[in-house]
């Protein structure tokens, strides 16, 4: 397989991770994968139109769209009348998702804790058939949630 073969199949493989992990439609998960792996500083929109043989109004909505998420960006050359896109600050994107999911994780350990104190009260025999298997799972949380902090510490020192 070439380099541009093992390119397109890699923007595709990429779309239908970014559908599904950002609900993204189709074109922009597309468009954003393209972003991700042009050795490009960025993409214009006739880029963008001809990489992905889409509609100018589909190809704006889905630029637009990326937008509004702030997943990526666009500047202009000196000069150029062109806007240029490219991925938002990359380590702000990663920084971002890495504290999406210590939300989720830290939303988790929020329930499991109101589960326990209701069963403790209410349903002591219930409280105590789980209490061994919540204590493994809530360390296996803390030590994730931990591990989740310490990286986007370093990512945060990396930018400074």
Do not use: W
Not at 56 to 71: A, G, H, I, W
Request: charged share 35%; proline share 2%; aromatic share 8%.
């Amino acid at each position: 397989m070439n380099k541009e073969e093992a390119k397109q199949q890699l923007i595709e493989e990429l779309g239908v991770h970014f559908e599904s992990e950002y609900s993204l439609p189709p074109l922009a998960a597309r468009i954003f994968a393209n972003l991700v792996i042009t050795e490009e500083d960025g993409l214009t929109f006739e880029d963008c139109l001809t990489k992905q043989c889409a509609s100018k109004s589909s190809v704006s909505t889905s630029l637009n769209l990326l937008l509004q998420m702030d997943f990526i960006k666009y500047f202009t050359k000196s000069g150029d009348r062109k806007r240029y896109f490219k991925i938002a600050n990359k380590d702000a994107f990663f920084i971002g998702k890495l504290n999406a999911v210590l939300k989720k994780l830290e939303k988790e350990s929020e329930m499991i804790k109101k589960v326990e104190s209701y069963n403790i009260v209410h349903n002591p025999k219930k409280h105590e058939a789980n209490k061994e298997k919540k204590k493994i799972y809530m360390k296996c949380v803390e030590d994730t949630k931990a591990i989740y902090r310490k990286a986007i510490e370093d990512l945060k020192n990396i930018q400074e």
